[in-house]
Structure formats: structure tokens, C-alpha cells
């Protein structure tokens, strides 16, 4: 497939709950729930900026309310929270650890998690 899209002439619309064959592949990801469009994104935007921030109840609420478009999933002791660029919220709030989001991690916030 990746050799098929190379040439810069042809494309696949590939559906997949796979989200891992996503991470390695795709150009653009559009999430569609329920006929609407959720986003569409570039892979990198996902895959490269975005981040999945760990924090405690107190964190999470100080980062939702400065991060535009953070959105959040709640655990029993902690919150994860999607910010769209990790590294910004990094350099702001450098005592909260942010891992790179997957895609599966981006659909699941985006689906499921609670924006501010």
C-alpha cells in the first residue's frame, strides 16, 4: 500500500479500527461519529504534537482552563488529559509528565474525554 502512494498520484481511504496501522501509515486521519466529522487532522498533528498529559485532579483542572482544546478522561486517581501540543504544555506546566499521543489515544479523548 505505502508503495502504491508513493508516486504522489494515487490514495487509500482506509478504514480501520486498527488504530495502530494508522500510526504507521496515514496521511490525514478523519475521525466520523455518528455521520459528523469529529476532526481531521494530519497524522503528524496527532502522532507528533499532541500529548497525553498524567495529572492529579488539581493539574488537570489549573491545565484545562489554559489549554485550548484540552480534553479530559478521568481514572480513579488520576486524569489524562489530550492537549494538542505537548510541548507548549511541557514548557508550561513542567511538572506534569506528557506523553505522545497515539491515535487511539486522540479518538478515545476525543470520543470520550470531557473538554473545558
Given at each position: 500500500?505505502?508503495?502504491?502512494?508513493?508516486?504522489?498520484?494515487?490514495?487509500?481511504?482506509?478504514?480501520?479500527?486498527?488504530?495502530?496501522?494508522?500510526?504507521?501509515?496515514?496521511?490525514?486521519?478523519?475521525?466520523?461519529?455518528?455521520?459528523?466529522?469529529?476532526?481531521?487532522?494530519?497524522?503528524?498533528?496527532?502522532?507528533?504534537?499532541?500529548?497525553?498529559?498524567?495529572?492529579?485532579?488539581?493539574?488537570?483542572?489549573?491545565?484545562?482552563?489554559?489549554?485550548?482544546?484540552?480534553?479530559?478522561?478521568?481514572?480513579?486517581?488520576?486524569?489524562?488529559?489530550?492537549?494538542?501540543?505537548?510541548?507548549?504544555?511541557?514548557?508550561?506546566?513542567?511538572?506534569?509528565?506528557?506523553?505522545?499521543?497515539t491515535i487511539d489515544d486522540y479518538?478515545?479523548?476525543?470520543?470520550k474525554g470531557a473538554s473545558k
Open positions: 500500500m505505502l508503495a502504491f502512494v508513493a508516486d504522489g498520484q494515487h490514495s487509500v481511504l482506509l478504514s480501520s479500527h486498527i488504530t495502530s496501522d494508522l500510526d504507521r501509515t496515514a496521511d490525514r486521519v478523519i475521525c466520523i461519529d455518528n455521520g459528523s466529522i469529529v476532526f481531521d487532522l494530519p497524522r503528524e498533528d496527532i502522532t507528533d504534537r499532541a500529548g497525553i498529559a498524567h495529572c492529579t485532579q488539581a493539574q488537570a483542572s489549573e491545565l484545562m482552563a489554559c489549554v485550548e482544546g484540552a480534553r479530559a478522561a478521568h481514572h480513579a486517581y488520576s486524569v489524562d488529559v489530550l492537549v494538542p501540543n505537548r510541548r507548549e504544555a511541557l514548557e508550561a506546566f513542567p511538572e506534569i509528565p506528557c506523553d505522545r499521543a479518538l478515545r479523548l476525543m470520543l
